[in-house]
Structures are given as C-alpha cells and as structure tokens.
C-alpha cells in the first residue's frame, strides 16, 4: 500500500537536487568557515555564495541575511529581538489571533517582560482586516507582526497592505512566511515589510535551517552569545551543508512555483468539492479561494480530528489536526476558536496538505477513503449534533 503524504505544512522531503548540494558538506567539505585554513576557506565561500544566493530570492543585500536554526528561532529573534532593541521607544506590540505558536509564545514572554501585546481578531474566512491594524497603532507601538500565509487554514493576509501603514508610520513590520515560501514571491522590497521568516524544511530542504531577514537600519538585539557569526546576530558555527540546502531549495521553489501552484490549485480544489459533497455536516475552513494552494482544512460534526487521522494512517495516509508543533495537544485550535468556529466543531478538523509528489491517484484515494473513516467514526461516537444548531458554519 503506498503511503500517500498530505502532511506537507509540516514539513516536506528533501529534494533529491538539494541534497546533492548538501552532501560535499556533509563529507569531504567539513571545515569550520571561521577557520582560516582551506578547508574553512572552502566552508566559508560555500556560506557567502548561500547568503547571495538567498538574498536574490528576497531581492535585498547579503548583509540583511541572517541564518538561524529554525523558523521558531527566525520569529523569536525578530520579535524578542525588536522589542528589546526598541523598547525605549515604547513597549506595544501589535499581532494577530490566528498567528503560529512561534510567534504567540514569544509574545507571551514579552508580556512577562512589561510589554502590552494587542491581538487583533479575524473574519470569519481567517483574515484581518487593514483598518483593525491601522486602529491598534498607538505612540507606543514598536512592532507590527502579522503571519503572510496561516500555517493550519492556509489563508492569506494583505501583508504588502499592512506594512504600507507600518513604513507611513515608522514601525518596524515582520510577517512569518514559512508557508508562504515557495508558493508566494517574497520580495521584500515589493512587500515592504522590514523582517521577514522562512524555514528549509517547508520548501523541501533540510529541517533545522531558518533565515530571518532583517532590513538594514531596522534595531534588533540578539538572543545568542558566543562568536561573531551572522554580522554578531546569531553565536555559533554555522549549519554549512543545510544553509546550502536552504539557499538550493529556495532556487528550485522559485523555478517550480508558477507551474507547482497550477498544478495544486487544481488538486486542491477537486478535493475539497468532493469532500464536502460526499460527507454530510462538514465545512471547509478558511478562505475557499484566498489560501495557500496546498492547503485543505475541513471540519466534520460528531467525530474528534485525532480519531481521523489515526484511521487516516491505517489506510497509509499521512495528515494532520492542525500545526505540527501543537498536534498532540487535545485542546481545540486556537485559530479556529479565532475564526469564531464552536469548540465542539473545531474538535472535528483535519489538515490536508499537498505537495509535489502527491498525483491524481493520491486525490482519488482520499476521496475513496476519507467518507468511509467519518462514516465509521460517527457510527461510534455517541454524538449527533443537530445541522439547524450550527447553521452558521454549515
């Protein structure tokens, strides 16, 4: 039985080209790039030639480029970063509802630190609106950070909107766009946002690799000491063999994009029409057009997401509940909560994420499939909510 994976927004395989790249790096090219022997001579080209090569794909200057060792540590150094550099200038901080854990998280402690964070809400599609960004501003806003794309709903945010307020009034904006990579051209310049997040493993590189860009003159204080790697931004011997794999990686999502995302969109439509026509009481979640192009997240009444998915994985298919950093949390998804979703129907959610290798026969197998768990599941559960209680989401 061939495993089909729809589990892509949490993390891809590595694409064969890419590891190609990454292996000299691995083996014969191990040499430290602060050495200043051959082969930290070597190691250190290789780290200059990525930073070109990731700073082309921004369209910003290599000295904007800072790697780190994850999308987590990207936001968490924007952000803790930011507040910390600037909180002389004031201690606000305004965010949206539906961002990843990454981000809220980092939020959080910023609140244990004396800071004020506003959160601002979403429709009911998962999109804020400008005006409510434009409205939160105040004398003592010191960042602005809004995620481009949502890591569980797949909805898209007007980021090149709301950073035009942030630049009209000299604060600094940062969008998480680890989804977004690879589907979305990230120029930076064109979305003038002043930070901006990525991560290897969402567009088919290695885990354990992130890039923050940081727009010169933008203030930010590090969160690791030690060397003086990364222009003094980020201690430590750098990830050599992965930041070429990121820097690959990006190269080959900007050369597939416009096709991949054709060929997605397609998939990902076909799939969510026949869900909804074949399982009774089920709603998509988010926007059905203004969302990723992999992205596929539907709520089924009566049956628990976890219950789904362990069914889903008996018959080879690989998905999710929701973020991968939250999926063995039984609490119902802050994000759906935020789009106003009862409890009780945000239980009921499944992510299906697309990806390159997935086909037409992985489609069909799904829609074959998935009808049968929740028809199983339902047969089990001693729940049946009534339709006309949650006409609003139905």
Not at 97 to 105: G, P
Not at 161 to 178: F, G, L, N, V
Not at 279 to 297: A, C, D, E, F, M
Request: charged share 20%; aromatic share 6%.
């Amino acid at each position: 039985m061939k495993t089909i994976y729809l589990d892509h927004a949490a993390t891809t395989n590595i694409d064969k080209l890419v590891l190609a790249k990454m292996l000299p790096f691995l083996t014969k090219k191990y040499g430290n790039p602060s050495s200043l022997h051959m082969l930290g001579r070597e190691a250190k080209s290789a780290l200059h030639q990525a930073r070109e090569e990731v700073a082309a794909y921004f369209n910003c200057s290599a000295e904007e480029i800072i790697f780190t060792g994850s999308g987590t540590e990207s936001d968490n150094l924007a952000i803790i970063g930011v507040a910390t550099a600037n909180q002389h200038k004031g201690k606000h901080i305004i965010t949206t509802k539906i961002e990843h854990h990454a981000v809220m998280y980092a939020c959080d402690y910023l609140k244990q630190q004396g800071f004020t964070v506003t959160y601002v809400p979403v429709n009911k599609y998962g999109i804020v609106e400008v005006k409510q960004i434009k409205e939160a501003i105040s004398d003592d806003t010191i960042l602005v950070s809004v995620i481009f794309a949502n890591n569980e709903i797949g909805t898209i945010q007007p980021i090149k909107e709301i950073a035009a307020i942030c630049q009209s009034k000299q604060i600094p904006m940062h969008t998480d766009a680890c989804q977004a990579a690879g589907a979305f051209n990230l120029d930076v310049q064109n979305l003038g946002v002043d930070l901006l997040t990525v991560n290897s493993n969402k567009v088919y590189g290695p885990k354990g690799v992130g890039v923050l860009f940081v727009r010169k003159g933008t203030k930010i204080t590090p969160m690791l000491y030690g060397g003086s790697q990364e222009f003094s931004m980020r201690a430590g011997t750098e990830n050599v063999a992965g930041i070429v794999g990121l820097a690959e990686a990006l190269r080959l999502a900007q050369q597939k994009r416009e096709i991949e995302n054709a060929r997605l969109i397609k998939m990902r439509d076909r799939l969510i029409k026949e869900l909804l026509i074949a399982i009774p009481k089920s709603r998509l979640n988010g926007h059905p057009t203004q969302r990723l192009p992999n992205n596929v997240n539907i709520s089924f009444l009566d049956v628990e997401g976890e219950s789904i998915i362990l069914h889903l994985d008996a018959h080879g298919i690989c998905a999710s509940t929701g973020s991968a950093c939250t999926s063995t949390d039984l609490e119902a998804s802050h994000v759906l909560l935020a789009l106003g979703v009862p409890e009780e129907v945000a239980h009921g959610s499944v992510r299906l994420t697309l990806g390159r290798q997935n086909t037409e026969q992985d489609i069909d197998r799904v829609i074959k499939i998935l009808p049968k768990v929740i028809a199983k599941l339902r047969e089990m559960s001693p729940l049946c909510a009534k339709l006309e209680d949650y006409v609003e989401w139905f």
